[in-house]
């Protein structure tokens, strides 16, 4: 199995910067774009693991293979139009509250709470990033070995609240997968303990990833409008507010990537000085760069079965839209220094990407194709196919009943 290049020296492009920017004074500026570009790179090329996903959900099967009952097919999480829709509103109302949080209480307290949460969220995700990583490493005589128990527990809290009763927590799990839950729950409780930056940036990173790969917008559409709403979500509560910066300044939690100024601590505070970039900078437009990676890929004819994320096909929509970020990226930075002013990093990547996809679609003569390429498509036809079956039945009911009542008539 061949390699891509590209994949392999953005995986060591992380690993380098986030291990020598603590010994060697990297700008800033450099150590972002390149950051936050092989992270996005490795992670989209990662999520084309959900097109062999949502051919299984749509039943489709491996040359040779059996076709998996619908029970059994995986469930891919696909944003509807209406959760678009409502997402800036809800992003808003969290923030919000964060803000509130943090002017009548306690920051200490929020900090421990908002850290407590996303030291389990976080320490799930490096487990699944870290997981094939072990894999590779221990003997496969090991690393193999599956540890499975069926665990559901029923609960009398409401739907809403609780989810569906009963709670599914069944294991289903490699002995790779408990060494890498283990490992990652030691370095969680390190992190929780001494908050350092690099940590932190570690299991920002894994959220990055993992969140990218296991996500999917559905459509361009859907995506076009999420970034749209979150274009004016930002602008508002960066340049409306204080609201945005005084959160993320005083949030001290793996929400943001953090990158050192310099190594030199500041003789007042006796740390060194760090500039970050929240997640959500990186997360949402990566979502929308995976979709359009998949729809290369779909246009490509790449086979769905098995996944390999380093088959080689020509990438137009994908590396055009990467390239536009990184220049979208490299915008905010030169405002942000120029003006010395927090900036919306979505008021110049948001254009940046759905301008970019759009002139590659008309360049191409694609635009028809790119609007409606679809990944929730076979779920609507489903519906289609079961509301036709409805009324098949209801249909011969109805037959079924006049001609008992005919019956009836010539009996009388």
């Given at each position: 199995?061949?390699?891509?290049?590209?994949?392999?020296?953005?995986?060591?492009?992380?690993?380098?910067?986030?291990?020598?920017?603590?010994?060697?004074?990297?700008?800033?500026?450099?150590?972002?774009?390149?950051?936050?570009?092989?992270?996005?790179?490795?992670?989209?090329?990662?999520?084309?693991?959900?097109?062999?996903?949502?051919a299984?959900?749509?039943?489709?099967?491996?040359?040779?293979?059996?076709?998996?009952?619908?029970?059994?097919?995986?469930?891919?999480?696909?944003?509807?139009?209406?959760?678009?829709?409502?997402?800036?509103?809800?992003?808003?109302?969290?923030l919000?509250?964060?803000?509130?949080?943090?002017?009548?209480?306690?920051?200490?307290?929020?900090?421990?709470?908002?850290?407590?949460?996303?030291?389990?969220?976080?320490?799930?995700?490096?487990?699944?990033?870290?997981?094939?990583?072990?894999?590779?490493?221990?003997?496969?005589?090991?690393?193999?070995?599956?540890?499975?128990?069926?665990?559901?527990?029923?609960?009398?809290?409401?739907?809403?609240?609780?989810?569906?009763?009963?709670?599914?927590?069944?294991?289903?799990?490699?002995?790779?997968?408990?060494?890498?839950f283990?490992a990652?729950?030691?370095?969680?409780?390190?992190?929780?303990?001494?908050?350092?930056?690099?940590?932190?940036?570690?299991?920002g990173?894994?959220?990055?990833?993992?969140?990218?790969?296991?996500?999917?917008?559905?459509?361009?559409?859907?995506?076009?409008?999420?970034?749209?709403?979150?274009?004016?979500?930002?602008?508002?509560?960066?340049?409306g507010?204080?609201?945005?910066?005084?959160?993320?300044?005083?949030?001290?939690?793996?929400?943001?990537?953090?990158?050192?100024?310099?190594?030199?601590?500041?003789?007042?505070?006796?740390?060194?000085?760090?500039?970050?970039?929240?997640?959500?900078?990186i997360?949402?437009?990566?979502?929308?760069?995976?979709?359009?990676?998949?729809?290369?890929?779909?246009n490509?004819?790449?086979?769905?079965?098995?996944?390999?994320?380093?088959?080689?096909?020509?990438?137009?929509?994908?590396?055009?839209?990467?390239?536009?970020?990184?220049?979208?990226?490299?915008?905010?930075?030169?405002?942000?220094?120029?003006f010395?002013?927090?900036?919306?990093?979505?008021?110049?990547?948001?254009?940046?990407?759905?301008?970019s996809?759009?002139?590659?679609?008309?360049?191409?003569?694609?635009?028809?194709?790119?609007?409606?390429?679809?990944?929730?498509?076979?779920?609507?036809?489903?519906?289609?196919?079961?509301?036709?079956?409805?009324?098949?039945?209801?249909?011969?009911?109805?037959?079924?009943?006049?001609?008992?009542?005919?019956?009836?008539?010539?009996?009388?």
């Amino acid at each position: 199995m061949g390699y891509n290049p590209l994949i392999v020296t953005s995986n060591l492009a992380i690993i380098a910067l986030w291990g020598l920017c603590q010994f060697i004074p990297i700008p800033y500026v450099v150590n972002l774009l390149v950051l936050v570009t092989s992270i996005l790179y490795v992670a989209c090329h990662d999520s084309l693991v959900l097109r062999e996903e949502q051919a299984l959900a749509r039943g489709e099967t491996p040359a040779g293979g059996e076709k998996l009952a619908v029970i059994d097919r995986p469930q891919v999480e696909t944003l509807k139009k209406e959760d678009a829709m409502q997402f800036p509103l809800m992003g808003s109302a969290s923030l919000f509250s964060l803000y509130i949080a943090f002017k009548f209480f306690d920051p200490q307290t929020v900090n421990l709470i908002i850290s407590g949460y996303f030291g389990l969220v976080g320490c799930a995700a490096m487990t699944a990033t870290m997981a094939p990583l072990f894999g590779m490493i221990l003997p496969s005589s090991i690393s193999k070995v599956e540890i499975k128990k069926e665990i559901k527990i029923k609960h009398p809290l409401p739907e809403f609240i609780g989810g569906e009763s009963p709670w599914d927590l069944s294991i289903d799990a490699t002995l790779a997968d408990v060494v890498a839950f283990i490992a990652s729950a030691v370095f969680t409780g390190v992190y929780l303990k001494t908050k350092h930056w690099t940590l932190n940036n570690v299991l920002g990173i894994s959220f990055c990833l993992q969140g990218i790969s296991r996500f999917s917008l559905g459509t361009y559409k859907i995506g076009a409008i999420l970034l749209i709403g979150l274009f004016f979500y930002d602008i508002f509560w960066v340049f409306g507010t204080e609201v945005m910066v005084t959160v993320a300044k005083n949030v001290d939690g793996p929400i943001k990537i953090l990158f050192p100024r310099s190594l030199v601590p500041n003789a007042e505070t006796g740390k060194i000085e760090l500039s970050l970039l929240g997640l959500g900078d990186i997360v949402i437009p990566g979502f929308f760069l995976a979709l359009l990676l998949r729809f290369d890929a779909h246009n490509a004819k790449v086979p769905y079965f098995p996944t390999d994320v380093h088959y080689s096909f020509p990438k137009p929509y994908f590396h055009s839209c990467l390239f536009a970020y990184f220049l979208g990226m490299g915008m905010t930075m030169f405002v942000m220094i120029y003006f010395q002013a927090a900036q919306p990093a979505l008021l110049y990547l948001v254009p940046a990407c759905l301008g970019s996809s759009l002139l590659c679609a008309l360049v191409r003569g694609e635009m028809k194709e790119l609007f409606e390429y679809s990944e929730e498509e076979e779920e609507e036809e489903e519906e289609e196919e079961k509301k036709e079956e409805e009324k098949k039945e209801e249909k011969a009911e109805d037959e079924t009943t006049a001609k008992k009542d005919e019956d009836a008539k010539k009996d009388d």
